[in-house]
């Protein structure tokens, strides 16, 4: 069988998820949602459109880098399998494969990611273009269901690429690299990691405040998410964009704030929120990193920094690791 896909937590537990962490986030004294709401059809459609901005430099950095370094990386390291955590459209994930299935080689991957309208035509086109492949795609979160990786089918790679580490705060991020550990128990097995670089705060900034608007309609995205999820009555166009980079704590931050006094009704929580003009919800984290801080969050948590390649720019990196 060459495709298979598992859908962690039916539409009901995804529903009580989503209650709770909007009533949690928006009761809170200072408001704020969860990233992952972002990411529905036309969400992940937005984030796409974003990767071509001019602007954001991540995705095409990340690119260029990978494909200066996969035929060094894979030239002894040959993976049956490849997991991938938030692999949304696998894009990227195409040059790994071209690598490491060439010559017909029968590998298995493994994508997990959240918004299964993104997971399943992406698994439809590996298949198609890889004749050899096998694709068992995870429908989850990987802040939850990384135990629900299947066993794995030989000598594994991890694939955690885009940055998308830097979404998650401190603690989270060492929960979710524990996690990823547990998922590489054989001593052959590696990680590589994608990890956006502190840099000059104007790159950073136009990188999350695009002149075409597009990050912000991402951003009011999660607005229509929570609106579909709790009969909600949030006007998006009421919010404005606004995303900068906090020093002191090395992320970027995304809100969205309320210019006008704002009232909104979430029926399905028998909840009335309401807003102060000025008032905003944090939506997003997005932080930067340094190799000490990779090498220090790896070693925390049973991994060790084995390369680290970076593009010419000193944008962005990629972090080859290994479980100690
Ligand atoms: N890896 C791709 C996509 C990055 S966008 C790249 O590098 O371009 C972030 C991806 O992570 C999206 O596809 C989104 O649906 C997924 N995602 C975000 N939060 C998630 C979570 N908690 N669990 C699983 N997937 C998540
Ligand atoms: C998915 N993640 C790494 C993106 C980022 O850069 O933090 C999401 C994003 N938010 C705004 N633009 C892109």
Do not use: C
Request: net charge neutral; proline share 6%; glycine share 6%.
């Amino acid at each position: 069988m060459r495709y298979l896909i598992d859908v962690h937590s039916d539409e009901r537990t995804r529903q009580e998820r989503l209650e709770e962490d909007v009533r949690r986030g928006l009761t809170a004294r200072r408001k704020s949602l969860p990233p992952k709401y972002f990411y529905d059809r036309a969400g992940s459609l937005l984030f796409e459109r974003i990767t071509e901005l001019p602007e954001y430099y991540p995705t095409r950095t990340e690119s260029a880098l990978l494909a200066e370094i996969v035929p060094e990386l894979f030239r002894e390291f040959l993976p049956d399998e490849i997991v991938e955590i938030g692999a949304g459209s696998a894009e990227k994930t195409r040059r790994i494969l071209d690598a490491v299935s060439a010559g017909g080689r029968p590998v298995r991957y493994v994508p997990l990611d959240v918004d299964r309208q993104t997971l399943e035509p992406s698994a439809a086109r590996l298949l198609r273009d890889y004749p050899r492949l096998r694709v068992h795609a995870v429908v989850g979160d990987f802040e939850r269901d990384l135990a629900h990786v299947p066993p794995p089918a030989g000598r594994r790679l991890a694939l955690f690429l885009g940055s998308t580490i830097g979404n998650l705060d401190e603690p989270a991020r060492r929960r979710l690299l524990a996690d990823l550990r547990g998922l590489l128990p054989d001593h052959r097995d590696r990680l590589l990691l994608g990890v956006d670089l502190v840099k000059d705060v104007k790159i950073l900034e136009a990188a999350y405040d695009d002149s075409a608007g597009v990050t912000r309609d991402f951003n009011r995205n999660i607005l229509r998410v929570i609106n579909r999820g709790v009969d909600g009555d949030f006007d998006p166009e009421a919010f404005r964009h606004r995303a900068f980079y906090n020093e002191a704590a090395a992320r970027i931050e995304m809100h969205l704030v309320a210019d006008s006094a704002q009232h909104v009704k979430l029926r399905r929580l028998g909840l009335n929120i309401r807003f102060r003009p000025g008032e905003g919800i944090w939506t997003e984290s997005s932080y930067k990193f340094t190799r000490d801080h990779v090498e220090h969050m790896l070693a925390e948590t049973g991994l060790a920094l084995h390369e680290w390649h970076v593009d010419p720019s000193n944008y962005f990196a990629l972090v080859w690791a290994r479980p100690t």
